[in-house]
């Protein structure tokens, strides 16, 4: 089984989705396939299973989450 999940989340402006990113990008390595478009961090997940996918998906919330403290603390 293939499972699949795509998360957008949207920034007030263009810098602050870019850090975000690039403060993420090297724990998405192999697991998500994140991008920018305009305000918008895209991110693609695919799993074998739902529970290895909420895992990651979890893992990568949680990233997202630290990475958008460290940003407004600027």
């Not at 990008?25 to 697991?31: A, I, K, Q, Y």
């Not at 290895?52 to 958008?68: G, I, K, N, Q, R």
């Amino acid at each position: 089984m293939k499972v699949t999940c795509n998360v957008v989340i949207e920034y007030d402006n263009v810098k602050k989705t870019e850090t975000v990113l690039k403060s993420i990008e090297v724990d998405n390595l192999g697991f998500v396939k994140s991008q920018i478009n305009g305000k918008h961090l895209e991110a693609h997940i695919e799993s074998k299973s739902i529970s290895s996918l909420l895992h990651t998906l979890d893992d990568y919330l949680a990233c997202v989450s630290v990475a958008e403290k460290i940003v407004d603390k600027d």
